[in-house]
């Protein structure tokens, strides 16, 4: 009971402040009913055995970190922060050239800083590299996904799909900013129907998109498509004129031959409208 109340009180100690390396005593020490003091980062400590109980936040004159008492913490050199692996030293703390320092508290590698791991058995991060393979896009860094030899493949950072296609990507994973290869899962605005389902009524502007070659029902902004959609697919004036590749079929609106009151025909060469609105818009 007395070792279990010794290990909680050096658990919270290391939890409750940073500069708690100095802390864990380690499984050295004497716990032959020994008595010993130690002066923390947060006061002083008198100890029994595996039972510490603190006094206050002031340490006496002459007793420095892991001093004093018949027994040293850890049989070390009277620091109270000597290590050899990094086992030895709290969690959140590794051993660098025979003293713990610390580094932080994690649950996986990317709660680390750079150059450091996170060693899940000790909740601590450690100094090294950390691991390339992966099962999923989330286990990688953004810019990078889980390529099918299961390692991090880097790719390129993008806002939307325009971007990752500009970068020779098929589409942008926006939550991860991430360019990815191949098809964009939630369909894609280039291409022609190979199925027979209806297309979309979409709003002026917007364009529907097709999913494994079929319209999937959804429309999407003709400015945040991932490819340029076929002429035939926009329905608005401004998308059909800014692309060289697209002209406008227009209605013509009160049209008669040219200096009279007669109403136009189909072929009529002379013919003159009061004004003309988008029809569609055609391919060149």
Same mark, same amino acid.
């Given at each position: 009971?007395?070792?279990?109340?010794?290990?909680?009180?050096?658990?919270?100690?290391?939890?409750?402040?940073l500069?708690?390396?100095?802390?864990?005593?380690?499984?050295?020490?004497?716990?032959?009913?020994?008595?010993?003091?130690?002066?923390?980062?947060?006061?002083?400590?008198?100890?029994?055995?595996?039972?510490?109980?603190?006094?206050?936040?002031?340490?006496p004159?002459?007793?420095?970190?892991?001093?004093?008492?018949?027994?040293?913490?850890?049989?070390g050199?009277?620091? !109270?922060?000597? +290590?050899?692996?990094?086992?030895? $030293? *709290? #969690?959140? /703390?590794? @051993?660098?050239?025979?003293?713990?320092?610390? &580094?932080?508290?994690?649950?996986?590698?990317?709660?680390?800083?750079?150059?450091?791991?996170?060693?899940?058995?000790?909740?601590?991060?450690?100094?090294?590299?950390?691991?390339?393979?992966?099962?999923?896009?989330?286990?990688?860094?953004? !810019?990078?996904? +889980?390529?099918?030899d299961?390692? $991090? *493949? #880097?790719? /390129?950072? @993008?806002?939307?799909?325009?971007?990752?296609? &500009?970068?020779?990507?098929?589409?942008?994973?926006?939550?991860?900013?991430?360019?990815?290869?191949?098809?964009?899962?939630s369909?894609?605005?280039?291409?022609?129907?190979?199925?027979?389902?209806?297309?979309?009524?979409?709003?002026?502007?917007?364009?529907?998109?097709l999913?494994?070659?079929?319209?999937?029902?959804? /429309?999407?902004?003709?400015?945040?498509?991932?490819?340029?959609?076929?002429?035939?697919?926009l329905?608005?004036?401004?998308?059909?004129?800014?692309?060289?590749?697209?002209?406008?079929?227009?209605?013509?609106?009160?049209?008669?031959?040219?200096?009279?009151?007669?109403?136009?025909?189909?072929?009529?060469?002379?013919?003159?409208?009061?004004?003309?609105?988008?029809?569609?818009?055609?391919?060149?």
């Open positions: 009971m007395m070792k279990n109340s010794f290990a909680l009180l050096v658990a919270t100690v290391a939890m409750s402040t500069a708690g390396c100095e802390l864990y005593f380690g499984d050295g020490h004497d716990n032959n009913g020994g008595e010993w003091n130690y002066c923390g980062s947060d006061g002083y400590y008198t100890c029994e055995g595996d039972y510490c109980q603190w006094e206050g936040p002031n340490c004159s002459g007793t420095g970190s892991g001093s004093g008492g018949t027994t040293q913490p850890g049989g050199s009277g620091t !109270g922060y000597d +290590c050899q692996a990094n086992s030895d $030293c *709290a #969690a959140g /703390c590794y @051993c660098a050239s025979g003293t713990c320092e610390e &580094a932080g508290f994690c649950t996986q590698d990317s709660d680390c800083g750079n150059g450091y791991v996170c060693n899940e058995d000790r909740s601590s991060c450690e100094p090294g590299t950390p691991t390339t393979t992966c099962d999923y896009d989330s286990q990688c860094p953004s !810019g990078s996904y +889980c390529s099918p299961h390692t $991090c *493949a #880097a790719t /390129c950072v @993008c806002s939307d799909d325009e971007a990752a296609v &500009a970068n020779g990507f098929g589409w942008c994973d926006e939550a991860r900013n991430t360019c990815l290869p191949g098809a964009d899962p369909g894609t605005c280039g291409g022609v129907p190979t199925c027979n389902l209806g297309s979309p009524t979409c709003p002026a502007g917007q364009v529907g998109v999913v494994d070659g079929c319209w999937s029902g959804d /429309c999407r902004e003709v400015a945040s498509c991932d490819v340029a959609p076929e002429c035939s697919h329905n608005d004036a401004p998308n059909c004129s800014a692309r060289q590749d697209c002209h406008q079929v227009v209605n013509g609106i009160n049209c008669h031959i040219q200096n009279t009151t007669t109403a136009c025909t189909d072929g009529d060469s002379n013919c003159v409208c009061s004004s003309y609105v988008f029809a569609s818009c055609a391919a060149n």
